[in-house]
T-cell receptor, first 114, second 115 residues
Framework: DQQVKQNSPSLSVQEGRISILNCDYT??????FLWYKKYPAEGPTFLIS?????DKNEDGRFTVFLNKSAKHLSLHIVPSQPGDSAVYFC?????????????FGKGTHLIIQP | DVKVTQSSRYLVKRTGEKVFLECVQD?????MFWYRQDPGLGLRLIYF???????EKGDIPEGYSVSREKKERFSLILESASTNQTSMYLC??????????????FGPGTRLTVL
């Protein structure tokens, strides 16, 4: 059973507009959530994270929103730029996290159109 | 900057061969991980290690083993490679588990093809 779900395999957004990537989870023990960005032929790179004690975290053009009651989080990118075209993975961990690995979603391929 | 390196970017092996994938990190991280990435399946955890000589199974350990003899090096071993192990293998490391340290640093990946 998939504990972290990204239901959109791909998303196409026009340059300059907002990109919204969604992620749902089922494990109520998850309390830390991360987004990774992956270009072809490279390893994923950390983008932004959020702890379950918050409902929003912002870093420049990237904002992550967490709705604990709905077990849903989203990544907003505004404005979208061509370099944002990549696969985005949502990941989650339980309390204390790093030693137990992360549970990843299947990824969403974001395509920014000029 | 944390650097995680993997011994090969591309590897082609035959069914039944023993395969070693090596990963080295230079930040003295306690935790190291091996994932595989397959289209439509995302990243799946194979094994992880939280200290030298310690190892724990991840979600899909079957057909794999690991070795952590030194803190900086974590090896993934395919005892007898099979075609369904054709995949992209990603190594990662992270400092000891604290909420603000849960980010994992990934290597560039090894694209393994088993013929």
């Amino acid at each position: 059973d998939q504990q972290v779900k990204q239901n959109s395999p791909s998303l196409s957004v026009q340059e300059g507009r907002i990109s919204i990537l969604n992620c749902d989870y089922t494990n109520s023990m998850f309390d830390y959530f991360l987004w990774y960005k992956k270009y072809p032929a490279e390893g994923p790179t950390f983008l932004i994270s959020i702890s379950s004690i918050k409902d929003k975290n912002e870093d420049g053009r990237f904002t992550v929103f967490l709705n604990k009651s709905a077990k849903h989080l989203s990544l907003h990118i505004v404005p979208s730029q061509p370099g944002d075209s990549a696969v985005y993975f949502c990941a989650a961990s339980e309390a204390g996290g790093g030693a137990d690995g992360l549970t990843f979603g299947k990824g969403t391929h974001l395509i920014i159109q000029p | 900057d944390v650097k995680v390196t993997q011994s090969s970017r591309y590897l082609v092996k035959r069914t039944g061969e023993k395969v070693f994938l090596e990963c080295v990190q230079d930040m003295d991280h306690e935790n190291m991980f091996w994932y595989r990435q397959d289209p439509g399946l995302g990243l799946r955890l194979i094994y992880f290690s939280y200290d030298v000589k310690m190892k724990e199974k991840g979600d899909i350990p079957e057909g794999y083993s690991v070795s952590r003899e030194k803190k900086e090096r974590f090896s993934l071993i395919l005892e007898s490679a099979s075609t369904n192990q054709t995949s992209m293998y990603l190594c990662a490391s992270s400092p000891p588990g604290q909420l603000n340290s849960d980010t994992q640093y990934f290597g560039p990946g090894t694209r393994l093809t088993v013929l």
